[in-house]
C-alpha cells in the first residue's frame, strides 16, 4: 500500500533521513521506533508532505505522492495524527472533527462518519460542545484520532500517539489504535514505548540516525539483542 524508496529528507541544510526504503502492505500494523532525534518524526512529515524529500520516491497505492501538496494527501486516503495533537483549542470537539471531513472523498459521508467516529470515543459525545482546549491529555489525543478518522482513511499515520500519557491512558490509545485496526484501517506508528507496541504490531523498522538499520516481525525483534540492549534496557 505504502512504498517509501531511497528516501533523503531534512530541514535545510540539515539532513535527517538517509536513503530510508521499507514498506507498509494493506491492513498491516507497522511501527517505526527509535530514540529521539533519530527520524522518526521526518518520515511522518516527509509521507504527509509537510518535507519535501531533498530526492527519492514516495508511493500510496499506484500514486506517487512526494513533491505534491499536503492536502492531497488527506484525499488520497491517508490521514496523520500529529505529535502533540495539534488541536484547534478555541473551537469544540464537534467542530474539530467536522474540520477533519473537509477532504472531498470525505465531505459526503460526514454524518455516517461522525456517528461511527463517536461510537468508538464515546467520551467525545458526552463532550462535543466543549473547548478542544479544556479537554484532558487523553481526552485531546482522542479527538486528535478522532479528527483523523473523519478523513475516511485507508491509513493512518501516528506520530508519538501515547506522549504525555499517564500508564492507563496509554494502554486506551493502544487499545483505540488496535480497534481502528481492526476496521480495517491500516496503521503506521512511530512511538517510543517499544516494548508496547513491538507486542500489538504486524511489523517494525528500527530507525538509527536517519537510517533503518532493523527490521522484522514486532515479536522477533523484542528478542533481538540490539534491541534489547538499545530500547529495552536489558
Not at 25 to 45: P, Y
Not at 67 to 95: A, C, K
Amino acid at each position: 500500500m505504502l512504498r517509501v524508496e531511497r528516501v533523503n529528507a531534512g530541514y535545510g541544510d540539515i539532513q535527517v533521513l538517509w536513503d530510508v526504503s521499507f514498506h507498509v502492505a494493506e491492513r498491516e500494523f507497522v511501527v517505526l521506533v527509535g530514540a529521539n532525534g533519530a527520524g522518526k518524526s521526518t518520515i511522518m512529515r516527509t509521507i504527509s508532505s509537510m518535507i519535501q524529500p531533498i530526492s527519492g520516491q514516495i508511493w500510496f497505492e499506484d500514486q506517487r505522492l512526494d513533491h505534491v501538496p499536503p492536502y492531497r494527501i488527506t484525499n488520497v486516503g491517508i490521514s496523520h495524527v500529529p505529535e502533540g495533537r495539534q488541536l484547534f483549542p478555541e473551537m469544540t470537539v464537534l467542530e474539530n472533527l467536522e474540520l477533519g471531513s473537509l477532504a472531498p472523498r470525505a465531505k459526503d459521508h460526514r454524518k455516517e462518519t461522525l456517528a461511527w467516529v463517536l461510537e468508538l470515543f464515546p467520551r467525545l459525545r458526552e463532550r462535543q460542545k466543549q473547548l478542544a482546549g479544556t479537554l484532558s491529555g487523553g481526552e485531546q489525543q482522542m479527538c486528535a484520532i478522532a479528527r483523523g478518522l473523519m478523513s475516511r482513511p485507508k491509513m493512518m499515520l501516528f506520530d508519538e500517539p501515547s506522549l504525555g500519557l499517564s500508564p492507563l491512558l496509554t494502554q486506551e490509545i493502544f487499545r483505540l489504535a488496535m480497534k481502528i485496526h481492526s476496521e480495517g484501517v491500516t496503521i503506521l506508528m512511530v512511538e517510543q514505548n517499544v516494548k508496547q507496541t513491538l507486542t500489538i504490531c504486524d511489523r517494525a523498522y528500527v530507525l538509527e540516525n536517519g537510517r533503518i538499520v532493523l527490521e522484522g516481525k514486532g515479536r522477533e525483534l523484542l528478542e533481538d539483542e540490539q534491541v534489547k540492549q538499545a530500547f529495552l534496557g536489558i
